[in-house]
């Protein structure tokens, strides 16, 4: 299962993984995500807190994780977890390689599950490659007073599996 957010989380989508992941990873699914910050990092780390298996898709090289704050957690990932990228170790991360990523985040998973995104968000382009290659899309719903929100709320709009417990996602992809 794909993982992406903000990378500025709120508590509510720090609560909603919080609560969320312990069935998901019980059930087996190996979340998958950035590694960025926000949802993507809280991602990884309460599926290993969990007990359960992770997948990073970093941008650059393995020499140039980005961002910075995640190194030591890219390093346990390195050790304990799998941390993959399409690029050389000695790439810095640039720009363009971010959005590129995504497809290969959402390439892995049978569905993407998207906590917390605005309008313009990376987030949303890994919703986007997700229904091009026809996997399931899960959307948290949220305020429609937070700007943090309303790109999950569209995609609900647009035809997205809302997701108000782990259940949904488990019934869904019929585990």
């Known amino acids: 299962l794909a993982v992406v957010g903000s990378r500025e989380a709120t508590q509510y989508g720090r609560n909603a993984i919080q609560i969320m992941f312990p069935p998901l990873v019980e059930k087996g699914l190996v979340i998958v995500s950035g590694l960025a910050n926000g949802i993507d990092t809280l991602a990884h780390e309460y599926a ?3 007990g359960g298996s992770t997948i990073a898709v ?4 393995f020499h ?3 961002p910075k704050e ?4 890219a390093k346990e990932m ?6 993959v990228s399409e690029y050389p170790p000695d790439t810095k991360p640039v720009r363009w ?3 590129a990523r995504n497809r290969i985040i959402s390439g892995m998973s049978n569905g993407t599950f998207i906590i917390e995104a605005k309008r313009k968000s990376g987030s949303l382009i890994t919703a986007n490659y997700a229904l091009n290659e026809g996997r399931e899309v899960f959307s948290l ?5 937070n700007p943090h929100s309303q790109g999950t709320n569209d995609l609900i709009q647009q035809g997205a599996k809302l997701v108000m417990r782990s259940e949904d996602i488990l019934d869904e992809l019929r585990l």
């Not at 970093?58 to 090289?61: F, L, N, R, S």
């Not at 390195?78 to 941390?83: A, D, G, I, S, Y």
């Open 58 to 61: 970093i941008a650059g090289g």
């Open 48 to 50: 290993i807190k969990n």
């Open 70 to 73: 995640n190194v030591d957690l």
């Open 78 to 83: 390195m050790r304990k977890q799998l941390v």
């Open 141 to 145: 719903p949220g305020s429609i007073f």
């Open 97 to 99: 390689q971010f959005p």
């Open 64 to 66: 140039h994780i980005y």
